[in-house]
């Protein structure tokens, strides 16, 4: 895959991020408890400067949304999305399932996606109309067809509450049914080994680079109304796109 100038300062600031990243994993650190409850630490917003401060070096017109320093808008019709730890709380528990995050928005179409789990040497990433990669390697989603022969992962299951039932009617008719993590889920999701995943109560940098990853590694990812994801989207619905309209049946039976 011949990679634009955009994907290469990408990678680049995702793997110097997972430089300050391992650093800090499995050593003591100050964690921080934000207003939604969720925790932060040096180490997040380390990382997520020195994303920054990479592609500024490269593209200084660009805007930004980050998890920890917020919005920074700008006249460009570029704007990256970054969570520098998705999964803050497996990284402070010594949990090897977090992962950095960054997506590149043009106008409102996410184009680029990188996911990078620095404890797990696994980085996934894409671009509009290239395909999807882990590592080098070219992805593809499952060919699962029934939803009695499918491997389903969620979320929290704290904030399904909306959805906690329609949620249990999925979990008994497909074949097998985990919450292994986050990001965990959509890496496994991208390479055809899981089948759906489900994900409410999440932000714009949860999820914007698994948009562009699942569906170049043609799947589908809508909200858990069968709508298209934006920035204000706030759960997600993730297949291998055979099953996605089963899923929605039944994810929407209210």
């Known amino acids: 895959m011949e990679q634009s100038n955009f994907l290469k300062v990408a990678l680049k600031a995702v793997k110097e991020a997972e430089t300050i990243i391992l650093k800090y994993y499995k050593k003591e650190m100050d ?15 380390e990382a997520e400067k020195c994303i920054k401060k990479i592609i500024k070096e490269h593209f200084p017109d660009h805007g930004f949304i980050g998890e920890e320093s917020g919005k920074e808008s700008s006249t460009s019709e570029y704007t990256w999305i970054i969570d520098p730890i998705d999964g803050t709380k497996n990284f402070t528990r010594n949990i090897p ?31 509009k109309g290239k395909g ?49 993590g986050d990001a965990y889920c959509y890496h496994h999701l991208a390479q055809g080994n899981v089948d759906i995943m489900v994900e409410a109560s999440v932000e714009i940098w949860d999820i914007a680079p698994y948009k562009i990853i699942v569906e170049e590694a043609q799947g589908k990812v809508t909200n858990l109304q069968g709508k298209p994801i934006t920035v204000d989207s706030k759960n997600i619905l993730t297949t291998n796109g055979f099953l996605h309209d089963k899923a929605l049946e039944i994810l929407n039976k209210k």
């Open 97 to 127: 399932l977090f992962a950095t995050l960054l997506a590149l928005m043009k106008n409102n179409e996410i184009i680029l996606g990188v996911s990078n789990l620095p404890a797990l040497n696994e980085l996934l990433y894409a671009e």
């Open 132 to 180: 999807a990669y882990y590592n080098e390697k070219k992805l593809k989603v499952s060919t699962k067809k029934h939803l009695n022969e499918a491997y389903l992962t969620f979320g929290s299951l704290r904030y399904m509450d909306n959805h906690i039932n329609e949620l249990m009617e999925l979990v008994k008719n497909t074949h097998a049914h985990r919450g292994i």
């Open 31 to 45: 964690i921080q408890i934000k207003e939604d409850t969720s925790p932060v630490t040096q180490a997040d917003t």
